[in-house]
């Protein structure tokens, strides 16, 4: 018998983010989850070398991993769409469990377990940081394309600020701070004299 998990998986390269929005630049879910994935790794790294807590970095980041795996089944459902009313969401979210159970009935059986843990209900503390880590993405991706002068992030810019805001991580302040300026910089600024950044 087939079992056709990574052949979805595969196909999240053909689903766009962000399809409400002019984009300069379009991006897919499968390179959303691989920066996810790596900004939920130094979010982490921050927490426990710079705050001194014991989190479970590569748990987290396996969870970031598939975080948006059912949308090889549903698509990307824009925010302003998925939230419009309480309807709606509630539908979206059956629709989202519909589709991770199906997307789980194609890993072996012997193996599908593991995945389940994965993709199903992770654990609420731990998922913590994985959302912490797609507003990150989602806020790059505002800052790169305002940097390209395209006004049409603007508000999303400042709502997915407010929405790091509110989670009241230090480790997200400390990202902020020392990293997110950059992508508002040309590789020329990042390159040449990198002793003269703050």
Not at 45 to 64: L, M, Q
Request: net charge negative; glycine share 2%.
């Amino acid at each position: 018998m087939d079992h056709h998990f990574f052949a979805y998986l595969y196909r999240l390269k053909y689903i766009d983010r962000w399809s409400l929005m002019w984009n300069m630049r379009r991006e897919n879910v499968a390179e959303h989850s691989f920066y996810v994935s790596t900004i939920a790794h130094m979010l982490c790294t921050i927490a426990n070398e710079v705050y001194g807590r014991n989190v479970p970095t590569d748990r987290v980041v396996s969870i970031a991993l598939f975080h948006d795996a059912s949308e090889v089944l549903t698509g990307d459902i824009p925010q302003p769409v998925k939230h419009n009313n309480d309807q709606i969401l509630r539908n979206f979210r059956e629709i989202e469990d519909v589709a991770v159970e199906r997307l789980i009935q194609t890993i072996p059986p012997e193996i599908s377990s593991i995945y389940r843990n994965l993709i199903q209900d992770p654990d609420p503390e731990l998922y913590r940081w994985v959302k912490a880590a797609d507003l990150i993405e989602a806020y790059i991706k505002c800052l790169t394309e305002l940097s390209t002068g395209n006004r049409e992030f603007v508000v999303a810019k400042q709502q997915v600020l407010d929405s790091l805001h509110k989670m009241n991580m230090p480790e997200v302040d400390y990202f902020l701070e020392h990293m997110s300026a950059s992508f508002e910089k040309t590789l020329d600024e990042i390159t040449l004299n990198p002793s003269q950044d703050n």
